[in-house]
């Protein structure tokens, strides 16, 4: 009987206002580690080979051809906006499986700061729907300090000059608001609540696991997506370069999990939500009430506790007297 109380409490993974075929794309990549990079378009064009023989496999009828693909965060491992053959690579891959595409690549943007950014693609080219990573990470991202660390370690220099963005986290394809939640920000509860209020009804996790390596931090990373569906009651597409990429249900099940280090395309009808959850409407509220009424009875406990100290000594006066 508990096990049906937590089934009844949680989002029901089939509910929704429509569907919409997602598909995510693992490319996979040449090495793992810092120098995923290193072969200038090697990344990008496993997406691209990947992309390509999806489209093959929806026009044989294996695969439902997609509304939306998603590719992981740092997929185009070159600025498509400032690499023309990047470009024309990806706007092929979006006409061939004909659906736009969720493009990862770190952008140099016109004020000469480094964005690392999620952008919608189309055949057409980039539609300027695009998510800048809020949340960025320190001691990888950018450096805090980078003088000083400097001094210890030339690896401060293989940090990143990221800035954050300042969107509200909603790309919008193919008609549907997509919350995006890149990597590194998943972790964080406040990472997908802007993109709630602004109506987002499917998320998605774009991700570089390829700095994790064999790691269980590439495992650690699906179950907090997996708490994330599960706390905003929406279908969650994890896309990870070398893995695990997962279509994962309102509920945290995992409907469907590719391989680490191989090539893989997932494909899912999923349903679009707009109902919203309790945890979705009350935020940080009952974390800042809990911190809040603990902090008030150690209060209390100390000054019961000095209070039954000095009792003692003040029935001892009396009796004296």
């Known amino acids: 009987m508990a096990g049906l109380g937590l089934r009844a409490a949680l989002p029901d993974p089939g509910a929704g206002d429509s569907t919409i075929t997602v598909a995510a794309i693992q490319g996979s990549v040449p090495r793992l580690g ?3 990079n290193a072969q200038r378009r090697a990344v990008l064009d496993n997406h691209v080979r990947r992309t390509g023989q999806l489209a093959d496999e929806v026009a044989a009828g294996r695969f439902p051809a997609p509304d939306v693909v998603v590719w992981p965060e740092n997929s185009s491992d070159i600025d498509p906006l400032r690499n023309p053959d990047a ?17 990862g690549a770190v952008l140099v943007n016109g004020d000469r700061t480094t964005t690392n950014s999620v952008m919608v693609w189309t055949a057409e080219g980039a539609t ?12 990888g991202e ?11 370690s030339d690896y401060a220099d293989r940090a990143g000059y990221f800035v ?3 969107g509200d986290g909603t790309i919008r394809a193919s008609g549907t608001e997509i919350g995006i939640a890149t990597c590194y920000e998943v972790a964080f509860d406040r990472a997908f609540r802007d993109s709630l209020r602004s109506g987002a009804q499917l998320l998605a996790v774009p991700t570089n696991n390829a700095t994790f390596g064999d790691s269980e931090m590439t495992y650690q990373q699906l179950a907090m997506s997996r708490v994330r569906a599960v706390e905003h009651g ?3 597409i994890v896309a990870a370069t070398s893995g695990v990429s997962a279509i994962i249900a309102a509920d945290g099940g995992v409907r469907q999990e590719s391989a680490l280090f191989r090539p893989e ?6 349903p679009l939500r707009s109902a919203t959850t309790p945890a979705t409407a ?40």
């Open 34 to 36: 810092l120098d995923f």
């Open 87 to 103: 470009a024309a690579l990806i706007s092929e891959a979006a006409r061939r499986i004909s659906a736009p595409i969720l493009v």
């Open 128 to 139: 300027g729907e695009r998510h800048d990573k809020k949340i960025v990470q320190p001691f």
């Open 142 to 152: 950018y450096l805090p300090m980078r003088g000083f660390f400097r001094l210890f």
């Open 164 to 166: 954050p963005g300042h």
């Open 234 to 236: 929406r279908s969650l």
């Open 265 to 270: 395309a997932l494909v899912a009808e999923v």
């Open 282 to 321: 009350l935020g940080p509220w009952p974390e800042l009430a809990a911190v809040l009424v603990t902090a008030v009875g150690v209060i209390v406990a100390v000054v019961r506790r000095r209070a039954d100290r000095r009792l003692p000594d003040s029935v001892g006066s009396a009796s004296l007297g």
